[in-house]
Structure formats: C-alpha cells, structure tokens
C-alpha cells in the first residue's frame, strides 16, 4: 500500500497538469470551429464550460482557473467577430466573456474543492482499512517483536515515517525493543522519558532536518504505560514533519493499539508463567508426600532398632553401643527431615486444617525450648515477655514448629556458649515474635531467599539441613493471617520475626463465691 498524503493527482507534476489544461481548451476549439455554422455561440459557450468542468474534476482547482482564462480568451479570438482577433465590436459579447469567466471560475473551484473531499475521503478510508488490519495483525500478535514490526509498517506504508519502539527493562529504563535494526532515526533520551513519566505526547518537530524522532507518544494501555513510541518522518526534512503531527489523533489511536497489544502479550506470559509454576508446585508436592510417606515407616523402624540396640542386655561395648547410639541419632535427624517434607507438602496442599485456641504463648516458648534441649545445651535462652501480654489464638501444634524451627536454625548458625534471645513485644494490633541470635546471619539482599523451599544460608555448608524449616514456618505463620520476615542484627547476628493478629480474647467472668460455702449445713 503506498503512503497516503491527501493531496489531488499526486501522480502529475504542476507543469504536466496546466499542459493538459491548455491541450483541454486547443481540442475544445478545434471541434467547435466546424461547428461554427450550425451551432449558436451561447452553445459554443457551453462547451468551452463543459471543458472547465472536466479540467477541475481531473486535474485541480490551479489547472481549472487557467482553463478559464483560456476559455475566454479562445472564445474571443476564435469565435467572436471579428474573427482571429481580440477586437469587439459588439458590446454585449464584453458581458458574455465576464458571465463565462465568472461561470467557469466558479464552476472550476465548486468541482474541484468536491474533487479534493473526494479524494480526501477515499485517503481517509483507506487509512481507517489500514488501521483496521493493523488491529486485526495485532491481535494475532504472540511476541513483543512482532508488534513493533506492525506498527513500523503501518507508519511506514500508510504515513509515510519511521519509528522505534521503547520498552522499559527491569531496572526501568528504556531500551529499544529487538528486532528494529532497520530504524535509522535517531532519539532524544530526555524527550523519551517525559513521555513515559507523563503518560503524553511530546512533538519536536525542529529536530526533523537532523534526523531526530519529531513526536513521542505513549503506550498507554488500560493498566499503565507500557512504553513510548518514536516517530519520524521517513524524509528527515522539516517540511515533512508538518503533515505528520497533523495526524496526532491518528497516531494515538494507532500508539493506543499498540498499547494494548503490549499489555496483552505481557499478562499472557505472566499466565503462562503462573500456569507452570502452579503445576511444578503441585508435582514437587505429590513426590514430597509420597517421599515422605514411604520413608517415614523404615525410618521409624530403624530409631526402633537403634535404641533397642544400645539398650540391650548383656550390653554391648563401648564403641558398638557409640556405633549404635549415632545410628539412633542420624535416624532420628532424617526422621526430622522426611517429617518436614510431609508438612510442606501437606501446608501446600491446604489439608491441614488449624486447631486454634486462646492460650498464652509463653507456653509454647517453655514448650519448645524444652522440645530442643539437647540443641540448645550451649546456648543459654533469654525470653523477653511483659507480664501482662494478652491470650493470643493460634493452633499450639504448629506455632511450636515455627518456635523449633527458628530455635533450631539460631542454634545451628551461631558459636557454642552465645545466647538465643527470644522477644515479644505489641505492635498495633499485632502481637510481634523475635528469635535473635549471634552467628553470621543472612546475605546481603538475601533476607527473603531462605523463606523458600529448599534455600539455604549457605548453599555449601557442613550445617546439617535441607532448607525447609524457613519455608515451613512461613507457610505456617501465612495460615495464622500473620507475616514473618528476617533482617540482620547491626551488632552482628541474624533475627527472624513473625507476627500473629491479637483479635479479641474472651472475658473471663471471675468466680463469684457464695457467702454460705464451707459452712456446714
């Protein structure tokens, strides 16, 4: 499709149509001089009318107005007496020539300003088919590439410019998307941003004769800006740019296409990647369960075997019953693992169901701590709580896990003989758990990383460990409708914190004792 500028018989230079012009009115004459003795000069008239009327529909309003003039001036020297001159005797052909003149001139310009709606409304139509195709193009669109291979084709084929499509990367600046090698114009990073930061055009059109984009509109879509688009004219002269910010309204409706299309393609591969992310979660699941299922009796079986091996009678020898006591061990410690597998896997699959009940969480810590004795042999406890603190509700099981867990890890990670610091403090309407401890503590920005399944602190450590018992408790903690989070401690060491909403406890009525009680009847 050619690029279409409203402009009348585009095809033929001023010259060429002022020469068809005068050819027009010479063959006029030339078959109105042998009619000269059958037809009446107002006849005559009509047709050198009729000439000016088909010039202007043909050629323009310029090439109309000179057909006029020679109309009159033909008719005068070759059909008025006298003959083959410019002389008039008679005074009513001087009304004759200004009526004619005045007929043709207004006959030219009324045909042809028709003309130019016209050929202005096939130009419009044309347009809106091209920009119907191009949203139909875009719809069919799959990668961000191929929208700005449309767009660059209907600017280039139906406006007659060039344009670069800007995207934002992830740190959000913008960068020019792949696949436009071919664009030749140049951009003004400045101009770029104040477009993408204030969701509207922006022309330059002085910057045209450099080559430079004249106007940047924004990919506006529903959501957000997507991008900004670059347009220049593929001529790089100043003139050329004129024509092409008259079309603004046009060109949003063609940015806005593209907006949407961008916007599109971006939550389609947000589904896609939530679809795939679902279905790995789901089968990680189903192998954990499984794994967890059929590991659990053997192992089970094989602490059994341990301890009544150390246990038997006669007993054994020193080194078979440190051999035995040490299968015990390790059993019991993959009995832990495979025990979190299961949970994990049963939080994911929500078939867990919470006990909750209002208790005092202090139970809960003494609980734990006395759960890991032996871990927390060298690491004296310090618990923080105010004496007063509130009931909480919350299932005791699972909250006593997420105490083990964080217990267990402060442990793991800081040197024999530093304490574990336990605090509880009201925040809002949030009751607020900190485990502290004084060992390396987390990465630098990698304060959520451990709170993934199978992430730890240390990729390479010797630290027994798998890396669930973070995630375990935040899917726990999720559960309660609270939120966990790690940070590291300015003095050195790591905090895990989690919060549990307070709600409302209920009252408890005190025990009203009758005046009459213990007295004998």
Known sequence: MPFLFPTTTA????????????LACAATTLIATPLLGYLDLANIVMLFL????????????????????????MFDFFFVPPRFSFEVHDGQYLVTFVVMLAVAIITGQLTAGLRQHADDSDVEALR????????????????????????????????????????PDASGSLQACAGQDGARLQLEPRLAIMCFEGGASVDCPQLADSGYAVLYLPLKSPMRVRGV????????????????????E???????????????????????????????????????SALSHDLRTPLTALVGLADSLAGSKPPLGEVARETAEAIRDQAERLAGLVGNLLDMARLHAGEITLQKEWQPIEEVIG??????????????????????????????????????????????????????????????????VAVCDSGVGFGAGKERAPFEMFVRGEHESSTPGVGLGLAICRAIVDAHAGTISAANRPEGGACVSFTLPLGEPPLIEDEVVSPNAGRPS
């Open 250 to 288: 046009r060109l949003e409706t063609m940015a806005s296409l593209a907006a949407i299309a961008v916007e599109r393609i971006h939550y389609v591969d947000v589904a896609q990647h939530t679809q795939v992310q679902v279905v790995s979660e789901r089968l990680r699941s189903s192998i954990l």
């Open 367 to 432: 609980s734990s701590i006395k759960l890991l004795g032996r871990a927390l042999a060298e690491h004296p406890i310090k618990v923080a709580l105010a004496k007063d603190f509130p009931l909480l509700e919350f299932d005791a099981v699972l909250i006593e896990r997420v105490f083990c867990n964080l217990l267990e890890n402060a442990a793991k990670y800081s040197p024999p003989g530093s304490p574990i610091e336990i605090a509880v403090q009201l925040r809002d309407d949030l009751a607020e």
């Open 229 to 248: 688009i670059a347009v220049a004219p593929a001529n790089p002269l100043a003139a050329q740019a004129l024509p092409l910010l008259g079309e603004r």
């Open 128 to 167: 809106s088919r091209a920009l119907y195709e191009m949203a139909r193009d875009l719809s069919g669109a799959l990668m961000v590439e191929q929208v700005a291979e449309i767009t660059r084709k209907f600017l280039r084929d139906v406006m007659g410019a060039d344009a670069i499509i800007l995207l």
């Open 50 to 73: 009729l000439t000016v009327l088909l010039v202007a529909v043909r050629l323009g309003l310029e090439a109309a107005l000179l057909s006029a003039f020679l109309s009159v001036g």
């Open 11 to 22: 095809s033929l230079a001023s010259w060429q149509r002022f020469a068809l012009a005068v």
